[in-house]
């Protein structure tokens, strides 16, 4: 049985290569086209290079599959099918060169695309280079996304010290101050990756900088405003979650009206995300969800994650028909996640009772991640309990030659969301 194919988009494109191919039937989504913007108009001698989103290894490994390429050519650089990459490649080989600045933005660049480990070796020495507190602040931001994506932040508290040390000297714009404290609210909030004394500071901060809205970068305060929903979103307060998305989502249209890009239209891109998760979990709101997913998608229609989030969506509320629908989508859309949303269908077709379905769409998923022995046994447990006998010999050999090698889990069903 042959391993299912996908058409390759434009994502793939951008992570393999820092390029992609238009194509006039699907338009390039709104990350490859702020990823390749950014590399293209790349400065080395001034700050600015900007990060549209961050993702996790496993989306390289991902990547690396769907190509058929060792994921190591990829991490490391050895793989140079572009010119794009063979110039981020030649900047990394020559980074003793750089200056400071220099180096912070080939980082940057570096984990614009998930190449992490020759990234935080840049960042390392970037930050023994740093002459200035502007220098540190900068190294000591991206090593903190490093760890983040990378190490489940296991190094966040060191890094947002040396940020707060940073900007405790007066010397760092505050635009910059603000989009740390962002940081700092939000993986606070979420798995408390920084001291609570460093969060109050930077809580603090970030809410007296805010202040001065009209003398700020709007992205800066929509960012801001976004991660300080999270605050009252915590304690079940929906009006002022509510008033601080509002916040938000005009300091995005702000930002969008300002400099319309496929970067700025991030900041209501993410807005409509964390719209969607506010009316999942906090107001319960089946149609202000369904209203913010489809916002999502419309704004970006190449983006499978857009697809997944509402399918999620969807699922909370009970919508198992309508999520694998949506899940599916998601899948044909292509990467990132193909796996995650393609194992999501398969378990919301066999909870909504169509099992043939669950079952197909396990044994696809099965010839792409064929290490993971979590999908192996549930696809080997839905056959048997369909009564698929040749479905059940595929995943039996499949568990087999899996117990001969070595069970692996090459991360097909992970997110960063």
């Given at each position: 049985?042959?391993?299912?194919t ?6 793939q ?5 820092l ?6 039937d ?15 108009q790349m400065?080395?001698?001034?700050y600015?290079?900007l ?6 290894p ?21 793989h ?6 063979r ?10 060169d ?21 990234a ?7 930050y023994?280079?740093?002459?200035t507190?502007?220098?540190?602040f900068e ?8 760890t ?8 966040s ?12 000297t007066d010397?760092?714009?505050d ?15 979420k798995?408390?990756?920084?001291p609570?004394?460093?969060?109050q ?27 300080l ?5 915590a304690?079940?307060?929906a009006?002022?979650?509510?008033r ?15 400099r319309?890009r ?13 719209s ?14 369904e209203?913010?997913?489809q ?5 970006d ?5 857009s697809?997944g989030?509402?399918a999620e ?35 919301c077709?066999q ?17 792409l ?8 046994r549930?696809g ?17 050999a ?5 117990g ?5 889990h090459p991360?097909?069903d992970?997110d960063?969301?």
């Open positions: 049985m042959s391993r299912p996908f058409r390759t988009n434009a994502f494109q951008t992570l393999l290569g390029e992609y191919a238009p194509d006039p699907r338009p390039a989504d709104l990350f490859s086209r702020a990823c390749v913007e950014e590399f293209s400065r080395l001698d001034r600015g290079y990060l549209a989103q961050v993702f996790e496993n989306v390289l490994v991902e990547v690396a599959l769907l190509a058929g390429l060792p994921y190591e050519s990829l991490a490391d650089l050895s140079q099918p572009t010119e794009p990459i110039r981020l490649a030649d900047l990394v080989h020559h980074a003793a750089l200056p400071v600045t220099g180096v912070l933005n080939v980082a940057t660049a570096l984990i614009s695309v998930s190449r992490f480990d020759p935080a070796g840049l960042l390392a020495d970037a023994v280079r740093a002459a507190p502007r220098e540190r190294a000591a931001m991206l090593a903190f996304v490093v983040n994506r990378r190490d489940d932040g296991a190094d508290p060191r890094q947002f010290h040396r940020m707060r040390d940073a900007a405790e010397q760092v714009p635009d910059r101050v603000l989009d740390a404290c962002s940081q700092a609210v939000v993986w606070y909030q798995r408390k990756e920084l609570e004394s460093e969060y500071w930077f809580l603090n901060t970030g809410t007296r900088l805010a202040t001065a809205a009209d003398r700020m970068d709007p992205g800066a305060i929509s960012s801001w405003y976004r991660a929903a999270m605050v009252p979103a304690e079940g307060a009006d002022t979650t509510r601080y998305m509002e916040y938000a989502r005009e300091a995005a249209e702000n930002t969008m009206a300002r319309p496929a970067y700025e239209t991030h900041f209501l891109k993410t807005y409509h995300e964390s969607l998760k506010e009316h999942m979990y906090l107001t319960r709101d089946l149609d202000k969800a209203e913010a997913g916002a999502l998608i419309a704004l229609p190449s983006w499978a994650p697809y989030e509402l969506a969807y699922v909370a509320f009970g919508r198992t028909e309508k999520a694998a629908h949506l899940y599916e989508q998601a899948v044909a859309a292509g990467p990132p996640y193909v796996g995650h949303h393609m194992l999501r269908a398969a378990r077709h909870k909504a009772g169509n099992s043939t379905r669950a079952l197909a769409l396990h044994r696809d998923l099965s010839l991640a064929r290490d993971d022995e979590q999908v192996l549930a080997f447990d839905l056959a048997q309990d369909l009564g698929d006998t040749d479905a059940r010999a595929h995943f039996e499949a568990l087999q030659r899996l001969n090698e070595g069970a692996r991360g097909m992970g960063d969301r």
